[in-house]
């Protein structure tokens, strides 16, 4: 297999310096008094949090490292936060990693603990932050991707000499019932037969389908899933680009279980390696590189609920053409030539039948709660093409970079490389993650954004999201809203939480390079200490 890598983005200072003027911590204040965030819901009484282990000799070589005192920052928080906070850091869990911490005031700015703030780090997943809120921004909470059919050639009755076209705008939620309301309509227009071919326009993004520096062996992946124009999710799940694999064990041991493609198509093959076995169950779902060959292997149980895997097409917009093809045979419509992708349709050609997806505010929730990646990546295809005409990576996040720099994000500090976060070219310091949180609060549509973020302990899946099992029972619960973030050796928690003195506050935390299997209950660690401890007076430092 061949590792796919492609050319990062680096944002440039010239950007930052054409579209944002210094910041001073005075014209900062100015900036940020946004609606106050919201205090948190109320939880049961959470037991007490461990005591902090007692410092030893790494912390106070960690301490000598990081910048405790930076200009205008408080080197003194009140209430133990940057005790507790270089306790974490000091952990044995992460020797020898690189982690950057900064906790803020969301009401004045002002920094309240900066552990080095400035530092370049993975930030994994929490680049979502910045992909959905500039989404918001430039495309706007109503913005609505249209799916449309189109005729080209003569029309005699219920014939056409000519092609169908199929053009997508990258609607990262398009489903099979949505192509089968499209051919519904192409059929009650009372066409029947096409001489022609079925044409999948899928121009609106580049044929680039694989993101900078992803790594090969997540090709098949839902989280790596390849990126068109004209994709297809194939539940509620929302996990564009990936077909369900459903595995139903048989009746009786050691006879392979039966097996169904949703949604089906002849695009794909599938090799049935599995058993069924009375105990110790599971499969695997893999695809070769390059081919549709899917491949199925493992025990399932017998007796037991059907299990279902998602995995990864090569070709997306040929799925979707493919898909919709038999959707129009189903409603008595035939196309005799070919599926034909990638091909603009013409200007002339005449509207058949149109799907308005989705509108962007409803799709805020599965991509921030669930951290969908594959709706991340078409949003950020499809920012860079309303921004500058081009639905490329290197487009939109050209575009989420301006839009930093228009908040007062020092994007020159940074490189964004993808929507999602999942490659490793992107680099953000957490001090540019807590400045974005702070001034995206000024927006209108803040709300929205911010009840779309996971909430802490929560445990319905679409509230809590990926924290909906992180910090239950503690003072975090029903109060912290952050977004995660997860690659091999990056973890990463960024959000908003209101301390024990009703203070909101705003905190990022990315550490790097651990080896640790998981560092989650050291973030964690940190955001329930800033939930349950007072913050004191206002802090003297200056404004992030």
């Not at 430039?138 to 189109?150: A, C, M, S």
């Not at 950020?380 to 093409?385: S, T, W």
Request: net charge positive; no cysteine; aromatic share 2%.
């Amino acid at each position: 297999m061949t590792r796919v890598r492609a050319a990062a983005l680096t944002i440039t200072a010239a950007l930052t310096l054409a579209a944002q003027p210094t910041l001073t911590p005075t014209a900062t204040a100015a900036l940020l008094p946004p609606p106050a965030v919201p205090g948190p819901t109320p939880a049961a009484a959470a037991p007490s949090v461990p005591a902090p282990t007692p410092a030893t000799g790494r912390r106070a070589a960690l301490t000598a490292q990081t910048s405790h005192a930076k200009a205008g920052t408080d080197p003194h928080p009140p209430a133990g936060i940057a005790e507790v906070i270089d306790e974490v850091l000091a952990d044995p869990a992460l020797a020898g990693s690189q982690a950057g911490v900064v906790v803020a005031d969301a009401r004045t700015g002002a920094t309240l603990v900066d552990r080095a703030g400035a530092r370049r780090l993975l930030p994994a997943s929490n680049v979502k932050l910045f992909t959905s809120a500039a989404a918001l921004a430039i495309l706007g909470p109503g913005r609505r991707f249209v799916t449309e059919v189109k005729a080209s050639g003569v029309r005699r009755g219920s014939s056409l000499t000519g092609d169908l076209h199929l053009r997508g705008e990258g609607d990262p939620a398009l489903s099979p019932a949505d192509l089968d309301g499209l051919a519904r309509d192409v059929a009650a227009t009372g066409l029947q037969v096409i001489t022609g071919n079925l044409v999948a326009d899928d121009t609106s993004f580049d044929s680039q389908r694989l993101g900078p520096d992803w790594a090969w062996d997540d090709e098949t992946s839902p989280g790596a899933a390849p990126v068109s124009a004209l994709t297809l999710a194939p539940d509620e799940e929302y996990l564009a680009g990936t077909v369900t694999v459903k595995a139903v064990a048989a009746p009786v041991d050691n006879r392979p279980a039966r097996l169904t493609v949703d949604p089906p198509s002849r695009q794909l093959t599938v090799i049935n390696r599995t058993t069924t076995v009375g105990s110790a169950p599971g499969i695997e779902v893999t695809r070769r590189h390059g081919t549709d060959e899917i491949t199925v292997t493992g025990r399932v149980l017998r007796g037991a609920a059907p299990v279902t895997r998602a995995v990864t097409v090569r070709e997306p917009t040929v799925l979707v053409a493919d898909v919709f093809r038999t959707a129009l045979r189903r409603h008595g419509v035939r196309v005799k030539g070919l599926i034909v992708a990638g091909k603009a349709t013409p200007a002339e050609a005449s509207v058949l039948a149109r799907h308005r997806g989705r509108p962007l505010r409803e799709l805020m929730r599965p991509l921030l709660k669930r951290s969908n990646n594959a709706m991340a990546e078409q949003l950020v295809k499809a920012v860079g093409r309303t921004a500058a005409g081009a639905g490329t990576w290197p487009a939109g996040t050209n575009a989420i970079a301006s839009y930093l720099a228009r908040l007062g994000v020092d994007t020159s500090t940074m490189r964004l490389a993808d929507g999602s976060g999942l490659s490793r070219h992107n680099l953000v310091p957490p001090a540019a993650i807590a400045r974005f949180l702070l001034a995206v609060r000024s927006e209108p549509w803040f709300r929205l954004w911010y009840d779309a973020l996971p909430l802490a302990g929560h445990p319905d899946p679409l509230v809590g999201g990926t924290l909906r099992l992180r910090m239950r029972d503690t003072p975090a619960a029903g109060n912290v809203r952050a977004k995660t973030g997860t690659l091999t050796g990056a973890s990463a928690l960024s959000g908003y939480v209101t301390s024990a003195d009703n203070r909101p506050l705003v905190f990022s935390v990315v550490i790097n390079n651990q080896l640790s299997p998981s560092v989650t209950p050291l973030l964690d660690r940190i955001a329930v200490a800033l939930a349950r401890r007072p913050q004191g007076p206002e802090s003297a430092g200056g404004a992030l």
